[in-house]
């Protein structure tokens, strides 16, 4: 039995007015579209489709960017190189970054 808004809450009244949310479960085989993670792009078809879309993503097509941190030497390394600090340069800091800004550092993993 539907009720009447009339008999309704305001709250009931939002919440039954609301598109109800579709989760993947049990809709793998079926063709709907489906956003890809990676780019945003809406990909028709089974979520097969969708994983078959994720290698040719236009997003995968940017150059990788390795992240990480020596924590030895108190520095960020981008790919393979290390960061400046991005204090200001009147700070004087003598941070190690600062000091071996753009050399290749050894692999810390």
Do not use: F
């Amino acid at each position: 039995m539907v009720k009447q808004t009339s008999d309704m809450t305001d709250a009931q009244i939002v919440k039954e007015s609301k598109p109800k949310v579709r989760y993947y479960r049990g809709t793998e085989g079926k063709r709907w579209g489906r956003r890809c993670i990676i780019c945003g792009e809406q990909v028709i078809g089974t979520l097969g489709d969708l994983e078959r879309h994720w290698p040719t993503c236009p997003s995968n097509a940017q150059p990788t960017v390795e992240y990480q941190y020596d924590y030895d030497n108190q520095a960020w390394i981008i790919n393979g190189e290390y960061q400046d600090c991005a204090h200001p340069v009147d700070h004087g800091c003598g941070c190690y970054g600062r000091l071996h800004k753009g050399e290749k550092s050894p692999s810390i993993h």
